[in-house]
């Protein structure tokens, strides 16, 4: 893990890039017998996610893979900015970053995997689920306690709200 701290990078972050399979989902791929994918989320990222988005942090998603159950778990959220089937990450987030007028030192990135890298690498704070390659994790500023698809979305969602001083608002809203 990188030396500077998460929550200086935190500060900074107007927009929050999510990989999917082993951030969002615990990176198994399940298919039926007729060939349709099934994933998993959890209700807790899902919670956080929408916490970002009402205090005005812009959540996207970019993902080499596509299906119908992530397009309708999005749509759920609210979330509007999903990349589906972009094998080349890199390139996404170039014109994620253009729609979003945002330079990439204000983005989050959150990714498993060495595909996620080279947006993941450009971006000003890199997150990464417990169970992360090795070197991903290594490379990362901020590795969450819990693994992809069980509360690490939740967790880097609420070191964003923490170090921009919205976390205890949000959480007041519920008692």
């Known amino acids: 893990m990188n030396s500077r701290r998460p929550a200086e990078l935190a500060r900074k972050v107007e927009l929050a890039v999510f990989d999917i399979d082993g951030v969002m989902t615990d990176g198994r791929l399940l ?10 989320f959890h209700v807790r990222d899902g919670l956080g996610l929408k916490a970002l988005m009402k205090f005005g942090i812009r959540v996207a998603v970019i993902t080499a893979r596509t299906s119908g159950a992530l397009e309708r778990r999005m749509s759920e959220l609210g979330i509007e900015r999903v990349m589906q089937g972009h094998q080349d990450k890199a390139s996404a987030l170039d014109k994620l970053l253009e729609v979003e007028s945002v330079a990439a030192q204000a983005v989050c990135y959150t990714g498993d995997d060495l595909v996620d890298w080279p947006a993941m690498g450009r971006c000003g704070l890199k997150c990464a689920p417990a169970d992360a390659d ?12 819990k693994p992809g698809g069980r509360g690490a979305v939740r967790e880097i969602c609420e070191l964003i709200l923490s170090a921009q001083d919205k976390l205890e608002t949000w959480r007041d809203g519920f008692r």
């Open 134 to 145: 090795e070197w991903i994790r290594e490379q990362a500023d901020f590795v969450t306690a």
């Open 31 to 40: 298919f039926t017998d007729s060939g349709e994918q099934i994933k998993a």
